[in-house]
């Protein structure tokens, strides 16, 4: 006879239908593909997405981008994502944003990094080792979870901080007496 601690801490399996979740994965990659990969130049072997372009928008198009990548980083949770694997993911996101908060510099580093392209890999990375692993889901999970979250937060207003010094740097190089 179990105990209701026991069946507190037994892990609840949300994916017992595999058939459900192959359209979960399909969205994932056409949502890395569309912020990473989407866009080609004729004539020229890279590939970009919305995030290099939306990046061309200093401050707001990094929070915009966030939003994605939070997305992807919460979807890894939910499948039971290895604690290393996520910080992995985060170290993606931080590079990205701490990179990508140099105005064109880091929009260029945009197309060769693409962090929503490789956060997405490590998840299905997680999904072909773990197929037959039962989903864990525990409060230390969500602990960690949230404790990325909010050092990622603090990194994403840091890369913020330092776009608007560095455009506010470039503004007042290129229009003196204007720049605030």
Known sequence: ??????????????????????PDLARLKTLAKLMDNAFQIPGFRFR?????ILGLVPGLGDFATSLVTFYILQEAHRRGVSKPTMARMGFNILVDWMVGSIPLAGDVFDVWWKSNHRNVQLLLEHEAVSANAPLRSARRDWFFLSALIGLLLLALVGSLTLSYFIVSWIAGWVWPGRAG
């Open 1 to 22: 006879m179990k105990t209701s601690r026991s069946i507190e801490l037994e892990p609840t399996d949300h994916r017992s239908d595999k058939s459900s979740d192959a």
């Open 48 to 52: 970009f997405g919305l995030d290099s």
